[in-house]
């Protein structure tokens, strides 16, 4: 008899069967320009794998939307396949370029976690969990539009029923809003300037 699928698996096929209309699906989509032909399987996994390692963390931080240069190729918010590559195997890489991608909210968020010792109790969602980039540019980034936080929001409370998180802190006024009074704390988004102002709120808060 084959055992019923946890709540994961069901969660990252949810995300891998939405149509998101111009937004990028990580986990459904391949851009054969940029990625391996194997590249939405490969941050599925990924993705499986992250959460898998985090039920009932310390803390979730909710950020806005995956970024190009994090999300988008390594299929978890707020980190790029800098961060996959110091983890090691089971994750990988997914984008063609050699080195892989590196992203300077995912170093910020992620060097905090590691400076306080929490980076395995503590896990990354993102508001709208695919990338949002301008027509015709996929290695860029953009605000996501209103019906594109409505389409995530699902995603979100699952993602949130699923972990079980200890408290929840918003990363910027979009997943703020979001969120609503289940966000305990909140702090700046790293990016646009917001880097000193989201670390110390970090390590206040997480410290």
């Given at each position: ?22 937004l ?9 320009l ?5 590249g ?8 499986a794998?992250?959460?898998?390692a ?19 190729f ?16 089971p ?16 170093t ?12 395995d109790?503590?896990a ?50 979009v ?9 305990t ?17 970090l ?5």
């Open positions: 008899m084959t055992p019923p699928p946890d709540g994961a698996s069901v969660l990252i096929d949810l995300l891998a069967g939405c149509e998101t209309g111009r990028f699906n990580p986990y459904r989509a391949v851009d054969p940029h990625d391996a032909a194997d939405a399987a490969t941050r599925r996994r990924n993705l794998t992250y959460l898998a985090r039920s009932a963390p310390r803390a979730l931080l909710v950020g806005e939307a995956m970024g190009w240069r994090g999300g988008r390594s299929g978890i918010a707020f980190t790029s396949e800098r961060q996959l590559a110091d983890w090691g195997a994750y990988a890489q997914s984008s063609c370029r050699p080195a892989g991608w590196t992203e300077a909210s995912a910020i968020i992620h060097g905090v976690l590691a400076e306080l010792g929490i980076e109790s503590v990354l969602w993102n508001t709208v969990p695919f990338h949002p980039h301008p027509p015709d540019r996929p290695l860029a980034n953009r605000a996501p539009l209103r019906g594109e936080v409505a389409l995530g929001l699902g995603f979100l409370d699952q993602a949130i029923a699923l972990l079980r998180p200890e408290r929840i802190i918003a990363i910027g006024r997943a703020e809003g979001s969120l609503g009074d289940r966000a704390a909140r702090v700046r988004h790293p990016a646009q300037g917001g880097a000193t102002a989201c670390r110390d709120g390590r206040r808060l997480l410290g």
